[in-house]
């Protein structure tokens, strides 16, 4: 089940969060940290969010499986006036021993379901060029914009290139 977290709820699934988080940082997945993660450092990440969901600045989404958190994935509508069309897709993380059932997929659906209802019409993200979330982003209709070299470090501080892709809905 996939659900979008309120504000409260979103406090309360913190450390689960923090859990994934962590787990897809220490098993390779860049996603804007650097391994080893520890728990305290992802809860803290998180908890540093609770303003910008409480505000509608930030829109997150769990999978469940039963009463566990085993994925997310958030949109972060653009602030600037000329751009209340536009949100960024970011951290779509799926914990390792979560994934192969379609979890990837349903998040990224769900989140651009919540977009159009939200009256978003552009969705960017980027991601580690060559990655499995760059094969899942293209092969559901996101078109790819370009690569930038040396862009981020992945979790082992080995910079890699970055593929920025859209998504008209």
């Not at 094969?135 to 996101?142: E, K, M, V």
Request: hydrophobic share 45%.
């Amino acid at each position: 089940m996939i659900t979008r977290l309120s504000a409260a709820e979103f406090a309360g699934a913190v450390p689960a969060l923090a859990e994934v988080l962590a787990d897809c940082t220490n098993g390779g997945a860049s996603v804007g940290f650097l391994a080893p993660l520890d728990a305290a450092s992802a809860e803290a990440w998180w908890k540093g969010l609770a303003g910008d969901v409480a505000e509608g600045r930030v829109l997150i989404w769990a999978a469940w499986d039963g009463a566990r958190v085993v994925g997310t994935v958030q949109l972060r509508p653009a602030r600037l006036p000329n751009a209340p069309h536009r949100a960024e897709l970011a951290k779509l993380l799926v914990h390792r021993d979560a994934r192969g059932r379609g979890l990837g997929r349903a998040l990224l659906t769900e989140a651009e379901r919540g977009a159009r209802a939200a009256g978003i019409t552009l969705l960017v993200l980027d991601t580690e060029t060559g990655s499995p979330a760059s094969r899942l982003y293209a092969s559901a209709g996101w078109t790819e914009a370009g690569t930038v070299p040396d862009y981020a470090a992945d979790p082992g501080g080995a910079l890699k290139p970055t593929t920025f892709f859209y998504k008209t809905l």
